[in-house]
């Protein structure tokens, strides 16, 4: 049995962009040694998300305003707006990003693969995106394997 | 680039520091009270990017007296500002020290920081106190802005009255060759402090206030519905200038907010450098 895990940091440089992660995925599974199981991939912040799509920038662009259509960073003037826009304590600063938090659930947070025969088992299309909601920042992702060894 | 500056930063969060100087968590936590997580200077710059601007001036308070703690020394900010030209120091030394005017002359004259801030709610001194005077007098002779901390104060156990905008009036009358900023538009005492600009070519004031909604509907409510925006743009357009507070907030929020307020595009331009500049005495 193997289980390894492994912690991955995503530099963003926008305020969102997808940025094509799969890469690592198939690495941290060679690495490993695991002949047959599953890969998960998580990040570790409540405003960016994993999301698996194809691997071409025009959907990267709709991916991104398409969530931003649905949770926009900022309530039109004059409604009600988000309920997160106030102080936080224990942060020391606003909290004003409902908006990327929303986006966030929307879009999910992780994603896993099957391995078999060492390789990650994926669609001829399927791409691995870390999408960032409220760049740039340095984020981190963790992948882990589970499975069987050769 | 000639984009713009950010005249109100502190470098709280950057990670490269906290790896050479271990001892910066602590004011990071315990005395500025900020919770995000520690980033490589590249995310610092990647946000002045995002903003449009180019260069972004460091704070440090020196609280050595009042916090036992120092959020940044003077020696750190020289030190990060070799590690990147896009940053431009201040210094910060306790008004209340006899030595203060030659702490900060070795600062600038040593170090090659730019700028003096000051910070009374957390150094717990009141602007006009006269034991200062010797400092400002130092902080003139070197051609130095002193940008001081204004109105509210977030961290625990600060003290809102030493950032009352009246407590800076003697400071602006006895210097008046003393270029001074009052961050935060020294909120909630709005319309104090553009009194005080208004009277004192001097005082200049800088747009770091977020103070609760989000940065959009607070500079809206303190840059129209307290004083009208006109009153700025006609009147104090030369006495503006873009700051941030990041990492308290994102610099690129902040600077979305100060653009989508209405100023024609030759204010934008005195807001973002052209007034930022004039303080740094004429070079970024």
């Not at chain 2, 000639?2 to 109100?8: P, Q, Y």
């Not at chain 2, 005492?189 to 959009?216: H, I």
């Given at each position: 049995?193997?289980?390894?895990?492994?912690?991955?940091?995503v530099?963003s440089?926008?305020?969102m962009?997808?940025?094509?992660?799969?890469?690592?995925?198939?690495?941290?599974?060679?690495?490993?040694?695991?002949?047959?199981?599953?890969?998960?991939a998580m990040?570790?912040h409540?405003?960016?998300?994993?999301?698996?799509?194809?691997?071409?920038?025009?959907?990267?662009?709709d991916?991104?305003?398409h969530?931003?259509?649905?949770a926009?960073k900022?309530?039109?003037?004059?409604?009600?707006?988000?309920w997160?826009?106030?102080y936080?304590?224990?942060?020391g600063r606003?909290?004003?990003?409902?908006g990327d938090?929303?986006?966030?659930?929307l879009?999910?947070?992780n994603?896993?693969?099957?391995?078999?025969?060492?390789?990650v088992v994926?669609?001829g299309r399927?791409?691995?995106?870390?999408?960032?909601?409220?760049?740039?920042?340095?984020?981190t992702?963790i992948?882990?394997?589970?499975?069987?060894?050769? | 680039?000639?984009?713009?500056?950010?005249?109100?930063?502190h470098?709280l969060?950057?990670r490269?520091m906290?790896?050479?100087h271990?001892?910066?968590?602590k004011?990071?936590?315990?005395?500025?009270?900020?919770?995000?997580?520690?980033?490589?200077i590249?995310t610092?710059?990647?946000?002045?990017?995002?903003a449009?601007?180019d260069?972004?001036?460091l704070?440090p308070i020196?609280?050595q007296?009042?916090?036992?703690?120092?959020?940044?020394n003077?020696?750190q900010v020289a030190e990060?500002c070799a590690?990147?030209?896009?940053?431009?120091?201040?210094?910060s030394?306790?008004p209340?020290?006899?030595?203060?005017?030659?702490?900060?002359?070795?600062?600038?004259k040593?170090?090659?920081?730019?700028?003096l801030?000051?910070a009374?709610?957390?150094?717990?001194?009141?602007?006009?106190?006269?034991?200062a005077y010797?400092?400002?007098?130092?902080?003139?002779?070197?051609?130095?802005?002193i940008?001081?901390h204004a109105?509210?104060?977030w961290e625990p156990g600060?003290?809102?009255?030493?950032?009352q905008?009246?407590?800076?009036?003697n400071?602006a009358?006895?210097?008046?060759?003393?270029?001074?900023?009052?961050?935060?538009?020294?909120?909630?005492?709005?319309?104090?402090a553009?009194?005080?600009?208004?009277k004192?070519?001097?005082?200049?004031?800088?747009?770091s206030a977020?103070?609760?909604d989000?940065?959009?509907?607070?500079l809206?409510?303190a840059?129209?519905?307290?004083?009208?925006?006109t009153?700025?743009?006609?009147?104090?357009?030369?006495?503006?200038?873009?700051?941030?507070?990041?990492?308290?907030?994102e610099?690129?929020?902040?600077?979305?907010a100060v653009?989508?307020?209405?100023?024609s595009e030759?204010c934008?331009?005195?807001?973002?450098?052209?007034?930022?500049?004039?303080?740094?005495?004429?070079r970024?």
């Amino acid at each position: 049995m193997i289980i390894k895990m492994e912690r991955i940091e995503v530099q963003s440089t926008k305020d969102m962009e997808m940025i094509d992660i799969t890469s690592h995925l198939e690495r941290v599974v060679k690495e490993s040694g695991l002949h047959n199981g599953i890969v998960l991939a998580m990040t570790t912040h409540t405003s960016s998300g994993l999301i698996v799509t194809e691997g071409i920038e025009c959907l990267e662009r709709d991916v991104v305003a398409h969530l931003d259509r649905l949770a926009p960073k900022e309530a039109p003037p004059g409604a009600p707006g988000y309920w997160h826009n106030r102080y936080l304590d224990f942060d020391g600063r606003l909290g004003f990003n409902a908006g990327d938090h929303l986006k966030s659930i929307l879009g999910g947070i992780n994603c896993f693969f099957a391995v078999e025969n060492g390789k990650v088992v994926r669609g001829g299309r399927q791409t691995v995106y870390f999408v960032e909601y409220d760049g740039p920042l340095a984020r981190t992702v963790i992948i882990q394997v589970m499975g069987e060894g050769a | 680039m000639n984009l713009g500056i950010d005249f109100h930063t502190h470098p709280l969060l950057v990670r490269e520091m906290v790896a050479r100087h271990p001892e910066l968590v602590k004011p990071a936590r315990e005395t500025f009270y900020i919770g995000n997580t520690f980033q490589p200077i590249r995310t610092f710059l990647l946000e002045l990017d995002e903003a449009g601007l180019d260069k972004a001036v460091l704070l440090p308070i020196d609280a050595q007296r009042t916090r036992a703690d120092m959020v940044y020394n003077n020696e750190q900010v020289a030190e990060l500002c070799a590690m990147e030209p896009r940053f431009i120091g201040f210094a910060s030394v306790d008004p209340m020290r006899p030595d203060a005017p030659q702490l900060l002359e070795h600062a600038i004259k040593v170090l090659g920081l730019r700028g003096l801030k000051l910070a009374p709610a957390m150094q717990e001194f009141f602007a006009d106190d006269r034991m200062a005077y010797p400092l400002y007098e130092k902080a003139l002779e070197l051609g130095i802005p002193i940008l001081f901390h204004a109105g509210m104060s977030w961290e625990p156990g600060s003290r809102l009255a030493y950032g009352q905008p009246l407590r800076f009036e003697n400071v602006a009358a006895d210097f008046p060759q003393l270029r001074i900023v009052l961050a935060h538009l020294a909120w909630p005492w709005v319309t104090e402090a553009v009194a005080l600009a208004l009277k004192y070519p001097n005082v200049y004031l800088d747009t770091s206030a977020l103070y609760f909604d989000n940065p959009r509907d607070f500079l809206t409510y303190a840059m129209t519905h307290i004083v009208p925006l006109t009153v700025f743009e006609r009147s104090l357009r030369n006495q503006i200038v873009f700051g941030s507070n990041y990492p308290r907030v994102e610099i690129k929020n902040m600077a979305r907010a100060v653009r989508g307020l209405g100023f024609s595009e030759e204010c934008q331009k005195l807001v973002f450098r052209e007034n930022a500049l004039r303080l740094l005495g004429g070079r970024a």
